[in-house]
């Protein structure tokens, strides 16, 4: 399984489109056989479910994305597993466990309109 996880410094970033990084695993028999740190190339509409699915993702991790960025994941069979908080370790070790759910996405419908990448104003808690 590969699995993308949005990444803010040591933490699940809130939005998947506009997160500073992405943390890639690569996970075999319950164990990370890799993990890379990626910048986010940039968010257009589509990009990312494309970007990901030739990287072989078929997983992605976030706090929260739009309703069409879910859909769009779908479209490309990579699940989508939302509402995660908390620190990147935490998260692998619940993946590791079986045990990491999803809750509600963080973010509201069009709380990102008009930001880019850099959003500094968010609609969550």
Do not use: W
Not at 1 to 18: L, N, P, W, Y
């Amino acid at each position: 399984m590969k699995v993308a996880i949005s990444t803010d410094g040591e933490f699940v970033s809130a939005h998947f489109g506009r997160c500073p990084k992405y943390t890639i695993l690569d996970i075999e028999n319950n164990k990370v056989v890799s993990r890379e740190i990626i910048e986010n190339p940039g968010h257009h509409p589509g990009f990312l479910p494309q970007f990901l699915k030739e990287k072989g993702v078929n997983c992605v991790i976030a706090g929260g994305m739009g309703q069409r960025a879910k859909e769009l994941f779908n479209e490309a069979q990579i699940d989508t597993i939302l509402g995660v908080e908390g620190k990147i370790q935490y998260v692998i070790d619940n993946i590791l466990k079986g045990t990491l759910k999803g809750k509600e996405s963080l973010c509201k419908p069009e709380s990102g309109k008009g930001y880019g990448v850099n959003k500094s104003v968010c609609d969550h808690k």
